[in-house]
T-cell receptor, first 118, second 112 residues
């Protein structure tokens, strides 16, 4: 149980285009999902917290107009990187809480999406 | 606020030797502690977690960790390293409904 998927696993795009990444909770309903970014040889940094039916909460320094987050259902959150540039190239990982699970303090992580902007 | 430190950004051990990866945390609430492993170009895989109860936690692939409140530590150990253990390891803390905070990671190399 508590499986999170991401799509696509890898995407290459041209500079200036927008890219959408999907995060799905497959066997539970996630009222809260999280988006992380990981640069090479670095740790995960929280970008934003996504709550179903409301606006996402962004961490300091994260441009909300550049990284659009939508959490329209209890099993799907999307991250759209708008007008992507090479510096946006990174590994993006989502996670989700299972509110019905035994531990509210645990997050279940997706497999990640590798974004490369040319 | 919560924080995590991992002593040693890179640890090398010989195959068959003891693996010890250090994690110290800071938390103002009872912590939930996690160890994850990440192989190149892959996501995170949960090795083990401490929530409440027994302080010695056993995980997958022969790893275990002990929660020591007095030392604010949650070090990861494995009695005998295998070549397949070479990867990046992250310690993380949560608790009190707060978000995850990850440590900087430790890269484990296993020498033949």
């Amino acid at each position: 149980g508590a499986v999170v998927s991401q799509h696509p696993s890898r995407v290459i795009c041209k500079s200036g285009t927008s890219v959408k990444i999907e995060c799905r909770s497959l066997d539970f309903q996630a009222t809260t999902m999280f988006w992380y970014r990981q640069f090479p040889k670095q740790s995960l940094m929280l970008m934003a917290t996504s709550n179903e039916g409301s606006k996402a909460t962004y961490e300091q320094g994260v441009e909300k107009d550049k990284f659009l987050i939508n959490h329209a259902s209890l099993t799907l959150s999307t991250l759209t990187v708008t007008s992507a540039h090479p510096e946006d190239s990174s590994f993006y990982i989502c996670s989700a809480r299972d509110p019905a699970g035994s531990s509210y303090n645990e997050q279940f992580f997706g497999p990640g999406t590798r974004l490369t902007v040319l | 606020a919560q924080s995590v430190t991992q002593l040693g950004s890179h640890v090398s051990v010989s195959e068959g030797a003891l693996v010890l990866l250090r994690c110290n945390y800071s938390s103002s609430v009872p912590p939930y502690l996690f160890w994850y492993v990440q192989y190149p170009n892959q996501g995170l895989q949960l090795l083990l977690k401490y929530t409440t109860g027994a302080t010695l936690v056993k995980g997958i692939n022969g790893f275990e960790a002990e929660f020591k409140k007095s030392e604010t530590s949650f070090h990861l150990t494995k009695p005998s390293a295998h070549m397949s253990d070479a990867a990046e390891y992250f310690c993380a803390v949560s608790g009190g409904g707060q978000n995850f905070v990850f440590g900087p990671g430790t890269r484990l190399s296993v020498l033949p």
